[in-house]
């Protein structure tokens, strides 16, 4: 069973270079979250040289993973069952700079 995803993506447009089309989810037996996303293609003049992944904590969002830009995906081990967390993903760009973050996205893990 996979846990109900919130979207709650402020709704403004998307700023230009994030990533798309951000999903979350956490499937029952499972202790983690899935984080997926689509980014430009890779022959793309605009394609990020990697992505960073961030967590809510109870202050601020925190990184909890750089990815190469071949990674579309990032399973987190910290997201708890039971438990609802939200996620952020960014593009770099080969030069270090970050985009934006399309929006917040929360997942309501199941509980046991």
């Not at 394609?47 to 109870?58: I, L, S």
């Not at 190469?68 to 708890?80: L, N, Q, S, V």
């Not at 952020?88 to 760009?93: G, S």
Request: without cysteine; negative net charge; glycine residues 12%.
């Amino acid at each position: 069973m996979v846990a109900t995803e919130l979207d709650t993506t402020p709704s403004v447009a998307t700023p230009e270079g994030s990533p798309l089309s951000v999903e979350v989810w956490s499937a029952e037996g499972d202790e983690g979250n899935q984080v997926t996303w689509r980014g430009l293609g890779e022959d793309s003049p605009e394609a990020a040289g990697g992505y960073r992944v961030f967590r809510w904590n109870p202050a601020t969002y925190e990184k909890i993973a750089d990815l190469d830009r071949h990674g579309f995906e990032y399973f987190d081990t910290g997201g708890k069952r039971g438990t609802t967390s939200y996620y952020w993903v960014t593009a770099v760009a080969a030069d270090g700079t970050e985009s934006l973050p399309a929006g917040d996205w929360a997942v309501t893990a199941p509980a046991q």
